[in-house]
């Protein structure tokens, strides 16, 4: 194992069956003008993320720019938000390597770190290889390695691999993997899911807020939003509007921030989310080379639909 800075974590709290639904924040890792890990930038943001309620966080995932981090600074960036986690909250953990040994590896060094719950890509490298069979078999032999539960992670724009749903739904029977955060976006495949794995004590999140509510009427418990680093409480006033089965009030939220999302996510991605994270009020920093910063054209459009979202106001003419 690496010989990675001690962090304590606690006996978990969760002895019983540990229900995800809620609204989670992939919190992004602000940096330095030299790159460096700003964790003090990171603190502060924690300590704003915490006045909304959240259900945790999600820590080195895909805007957490995680493959672009030591493994030592992926472990020390969970230890940092686990400092400032507020008792109740959950603490998920991207954990996913390319190989399945190291994934197992990191998976420790992000328990003992004090996560919760890893999160786990398929690996996509060798791409061809990848079949039904041996994305199933990896996240079995993570999970039964792993001392917490294993959550599924499907994110096709970035690894070019959809998890079969064939594979979610063996997935589901195993005793410690609890979901599946979906980031494809594809509806019916996110209802199928859902469909063929209840009662199996597992849970299905959102990937985006651009399809949350939809995500929800289908049976999702909750979102994991990159548009909830910078707009977390309309983000979780979403849910508690579904939830209170005001659903015209959710839709139109839904709809009032689908520009906004997009523009954070699939238009610009982790650059256009850290700026807009400075908009509003949160460190956002650089990111880390090989991401370029946007150019004007896309600073002032990425502007715009902050505006029309109602996120930021209308600039004085």
Partial sequence: MLALGSCEHADSEFAMPLSLAGVYPPVATPFKDNEDVDYEHLHQNMLKWNQI???GYVVQGSNG???SLSAEERVEVVCAVKRDLPAGKILIAG???????????????MVNAGADVVLVL??????SSMTAAAMQK????VADASPVPVLLYNMPAN??????????????????????????????????????????????LAGSAGFMYPGLCCGAVGGVCALANMAGAECCEMVELFNAGKHAEARGLSERLI??????????GVPALKLAMEWRGYHGGRTRAPLLSLTDAQVNELRRDMENSGLLPHAKL
């Avoid at 990896?138 to 032999?141: G, K, P, Q, T």
């Avoid at 520009?259 to 610009?268: I, S």
């Fill in 53 to 55: 309620p959240f259900r």
């Fill in 159 to 204: 690894t070019g691999l959809d998890i079969p749903v064939e594979v979610c739904v063996s997935c589901a029977g195993h005793p410690n993997i609890i979901g599946l955060k979906d980031s494809g976006g594809d509806i019916t495949r996110i209802a199928s899911i859902i469909s063929q794995t209840r009662g199996k004590g597992f849970e299905v």
């Fill in 65 to 67: 720019e995680y493959c």
């Fill in 122 to 127: 398929p690996p996509s490298y060798f791409k």
């Fill in 138 to 141: 990896h996240f079995v032999a």
């Fill in 259 to 268: 520009g906004a999302n997009a523009a954070v996510t699939r238009k610009f």
């Fill in 95 to 109: 954990s996913s390597c390319e190989g399945t040994r190291q994934t197992i590896e990191m998976t420790a060094n």
